[in-house]
């Protein structure tokens, strides 16, 4: 499934979604951003104790073939939380898709599978405030 870039608040993995293995989010299509500059936030609604998240996005240039390295990376997350990640594709000109994939491991007592809920968020970082953050440096 291909989703389309807006101008507000893309989807790469809607909010509370469950997980309890590794897995991918939609596509997004990136191609008509104004800036080649994003805003992914990966926010964490609900853990179980003694488990890791791991988040990262991968770039195509035709949303169905990825590359084999993901372009940006979260730390891994181990609570509850939202964790913003600056993702600049001007080194990346080829990619006009992106999308997240998640990996989840889990350790110590109790049932081994992991268990997340989570989502993820892409939006564009308008170039009147990059031109602004610029300037400021």
Do not use: N
């Not at 807006?6 to 800036?35: C, F, H, I, N, R």
Request: include cysteine; proline fraction near 4%.
């Amino acid at each position: 499934m291909t989703m389309t870039m807006t101008t507000t608040e893309s989807v790469l993995v809607p909010a509370q979604t469950v997980v309890t293995a590794k897995g991918d989010g939609a596509a997004v299509d990136v191609s008509d951003a104004a800036s080649r500059v994003f805003l992914v936030t990966v926010t964490i609604t609900k853990i179980i104790e003694q488990e890791s998240l791991d988040v990262s996005i991968f770039g195509s240039a035709d949303g169905l073939a990825w590359e084999a390295k993901s372009i940006a990376a979260f730390p891994q997350k181990f609570y509850c939380g939202e964790t913003p990640l600056l993702l600049d594709l001007s080194a990346h000109p080829a990619v006009k898709f992106v999308r997240a994939h998640w990996e989840v491991a889990r350790w110590g007592r109790g049932t081994e599978t992991p268990m997340f809920e989570f989502g993820v968020t892409l939006r564009e970082v308008p170039a009147d405030i990059l031109r602004e953050t610029a300037q400021h440096k």
